[in-house]
Every structure is written in C-alpha cells, then in structure tokens.
C-alpha cells in the first residue's frame, strides 16, 4: 500500500513513517515529558495515521522502549559521548562529561537531563521494561568510566569510576530540577579534585 497524504501535504504512512514516529518521540517525550505526550499529539508530529502509528508500535509503552533503545545504538547521549572522542586524553574525556548543556550554561535552554532518568520517574514502577533498559545503560556507563579511569592510570579504578558516575548523575538531576547548569561546573571542580587524588596516587604523589 502506498503512502497517503495528509492535507498539509506531507507524505503519511510510508517507509518512513517508523522514523517519523521515533523522530517525533525523541523531540516530545525529552522536551515535554512522557505523560505530558499523548498519541494524538505524536501522530500530528509524526504526520502519520492511527492506523500506521499502530502497525508500528501497538502501544505507547512500546515507543517508550524503542526511543530509549535509540540512545544506546544510533545517537549517544552528549555527555556520555565525550568518553568516546579520541581528540583528548583519557583523564580529559572523565572531565569533558561535566560540560555544561549547550556549552554555555545559556539559563533560557531548559535542562531536561537524562532521558532514562526522566523515564524511570515518570514510570513510577509500572515500566518494567523502561526501568530495566535505564538499569542496563547507567551500568554500561559506569563500566565506561571505570575503563577510562584505568586508561588514564587511576591506582583504583572502580572507585573512582563509580564516584564520577554518582557525581555526574547528581549533577544532572540536579541541574534539571532547578534548570541551572551550574550543578555542572560545581561537579567539574569536585571531579578535578577526585582526578588529582586517584592519579597523584597512581604516581605516588
């Protein structure tokens, strides 16, 4: 069956109705929330139909799973991204994480955070399958930051990779709830001092 189309004419249905619907996910459940984020509103954004919207995810909940998955295969979540640059050092990397949303601290963006934080809140306990892939992403997370603390040479680097990811996750949580990108320049400055200590260790300082 070929495309319909709508009457702003933008195609509905269609091969790429799947990406239409996961693009639109990603923009409203990060920017208004997931229950603030009803279908209808995702089927406007999408320019698809009920019926196409259903033959890809029957249920809400399943698009909840997939837009979180997204994350984890095609598009990593900025800071956590920063492990990966190979333009910086190891120790640099651990640093670059706490870089304040957008660079600037600019107060008119609104912080939203992490979205399997936000996911896992707004669940309440009755999205097992979300709580388990945020289980799953802030394990593999903390792994990268052990493995980057052991490149960069820490003595001990479970510890350390374990308080950074406490530190960066407060951080996050924190500058979401008050939308003040300072929470990240303060973790920054602690996460200096936890580097200074597991590294002058390292060297015997």
């Known amino acids: 069956m070929g495309a319909t189309v709508s009457t702003n004419g933008t195609a509905r249905g269609g091969r790429g109705a799947r990406e239409r619907i996961l693009r639109a996910a990603e923009e409203l459940f990060y920017t ?9 509103a995702l089927i406007e954004a999408a320019h698809v139909s009920p019926r196409t919207f259903y033959v890809h995810f029957p249920t809400k909940n399943a698009l909840v799973a997939e837009y ?8 990593s979540i900025a800071a956590e991204a920063e492990l990966e640059r190979q333009d910086l050092p190891p120790a640099q990397r651990l640093l670059a994480i706490f870089e304040p949303v957008g660079g600037d601290g600019d107060s008119a963006t609104l912080i939203r955070g992490c979205p399997f934080h936000n996911a896992v809140i707004e669940g309440a306990g009755e999205l097992p399958e979300v709580a388990q892939l945020a289980q799953r992403h802030k ?3 903390r792994d990268r930051l052990v493995a ?10 479970g510890a350390l990779g374990r308080q950074l990811s ?8 924190l500058a979401a709830s008050c939308n003040d990108a300072q929470a990240f320049t303060d973790a920054r400055q602690v996460a200096q001092t936890l580097l200074d200590i597991a590294l002058g260790d390292a060297l015997g300082g």
């Open 148 to 157: 980057t603390a052991a490149e960069a040479g820490a003595v001990d680097p």
């Open 32 to 40: 208004r929330g997931i229950h603030a984020t009803g279908v209808a």
């Open 68 to 75: 979180l998955r997204r994350f984890e295969s095609e598009k």
């Open 139 to 141: 394990q593999a997370f």
């Open 166 to 173: 406490v530190l960066f996750e407060g951080a996050n949580a």
